[in-house]
């Protein structure tokens, strides 16, 4: 494809494995039409293959003229994606950056133009997008069910997300990031904006994580963005979508998850310490409600610990 002659405002720093229909639906949430607000020349998208077998079919990879895919071989790359995806950071030429460390993660159709928006608002802040996993159930849970790529290829055909894609809050359960709402800080996200200088200043992702997936990398970056940063912003009314892949996490059944949990955890403690909890007092909500997010947010009404944006103690 023809290069981009402007340069764009904001990089996404995206990175895949062993996903090839997953990114492709991932690269098409991603691009105008779908998102909104926003067009090609105002951002390009570093897709960096971490370690797949083979490279991306073409028709994948050169989806947008926006899209600059880097593979890396099998021998050439790590199990954690923290090398990925600071290799996709330095590739980037945007002031602003996105990292999207999972390819599996669909986006809603105002993600771009929103985080945009708050940024230019508070350039020394960053903003958080908030997940949720396709499918019935939270999906190490649904996947031990028998929830698989062809369950979820028809949900989302059956409510032509391409058209309306906040209709994903309408197939999708909470994740950690939301099981209790919105107001909760997080502990991580997958789709993060911030300053390419800051990303910078913070040193990257720390690549002595090793751990296939990462482990808690994403969770210390996270930490140590949100400690720089003077607010962090949650993005209200957007949200990415985890597509079932067998990931490093949501493959596992929840007894080897929590096994798995705690070998992570030791490799952080070794590591750097204790990650520190983020600052309540930084975090502001903002953004807008569609209708299929209330949709959502009444159903979490319905659960007997939950609140519409945080918890019930």
Same mark, same amino acid.
């Given at each position: 494809m023809t290069p981009l002659t402007l340069q764009p405002k904001l990089s996404i720093a995206l990175v895949c494995y062993e996903m090839a229909a997953q990114v492709e639906n991932t690269l098409r949430s991603l691009l105008p039409p779908y998102q909104r607000g926003i067009t090609t020349a105002d951002y390009e998208i570093v897709l960096v293959d971490n370690g797949s077998a083979n490279p991306l079919p073409e028709r994948v990879?050169?989806?947008?003229?926006?899209?600059?895919?880097?593979?890396?071989?099998?021998?050439?790359?790590?199990?954690?994606?923290?090398?990925a995806i600071n290799q996709a950071a330095a590739a980037a030429c945007g002031e602003w950056l996105a990292l999207m460390i999972d390819g599996a993660r669909m986006v809603t159709p105002g993600v771009l133009s929103w985080a945009l928006r708050l940024l230019e608002v508070?350039?020394?802040?960053?903003?958080?997008?908030?997940?949720?996993?396709?499918?019935?159930?939270?999906?190490?849970?649904?996947?031990? *069910?028998?929830?698989?790529?062809?369950?979820?290829?028809?949900?989302?055909?059956?409510?032509?997300?391409?058209?309306?894609?906040?209709?994903?809050?309408?197939?999708?359960?909470?994740?950690?990031?939301?099981?209790h709402g919105m107001s909760e800080p997080a502990s *991580?996200?997958?789709?993060?904006?911030?300053?390419?200088?800051?990303?910078?200043?913070?040193?990257?992702?720390? *690549?002595?994580?090793?751990?296939?997936?990462?482990?808690?990398?994403?969770?210390?970056?996270?930490?140590?963005?949100?400690?720089?940063?003077?607010?962090?912003?949650?993005?209200?009314?957007?949200?990415?979508?985890?597509?079932?892949?067998?990931?490093?996490?949501?493959?596992?059944?929840?007894?080897?998850?929590?096994?798995?949990?705690?070998?992570?955890?030791? *490799?952080?403690?070794?590591?750097?310490?204790?990650?520190?909890?983020?600052?309540r007092q930084k975090c502001v909500l903002a953004g807008h409600l569609p209708e299929e997010f209330l949709r959502w947010l009444g159903r979490v009404l319905e659960q007997p610990t939950a609140a519409v944006f945080g918890r019930v103690e």
């Open positions: 990879s050169t989806l947008s003229p926006n899209i600059r895919y880097i593979y890396l071989s099998p021998e050439k790359s790590k199990p954690s994606p923290a090398m508070a350039p020394h802040s960053i903003v958080e997008v908030r997940g949720w996993h396709l499918g019935p159930k939270f999906q190490p849970e649904s996947v031990a *069910e028998g929830y698989d790529h062809e369950a979820e290829a028809r949900l989302l055909d059956r409510i032509d997300w391409l058209e309306n894609g906040y209709r994903l809050f309408d197939i999708s359960s909470a994740s950690a990031q939301t099981r *991580e996200s997958n789709c993060l904006f911030m300053a390419r200088k800051l990303f910078q200043q913070l040193g990257g992702m720390d *690549e002595r994580y090793k751990h296939p997936g990462g482990g808690f990398v994403n969770i210390d970056f996270f930490s140590r963005a949100a400690a720089a940063a003077e607010r962090i912003w949650t993005l209200l009314g957007e949200g990415t979508f985890h597509q079932v892949h067998g990931g490093a996490a949501t493959g596992l059944t929840m007894t080897q998850l929590r096994t798995q949990i705690a070998t992570w955890q030791a *490799e952080s403690l070794q590591l750097r310490g204790r990650i520190p909890a983020v600052d």
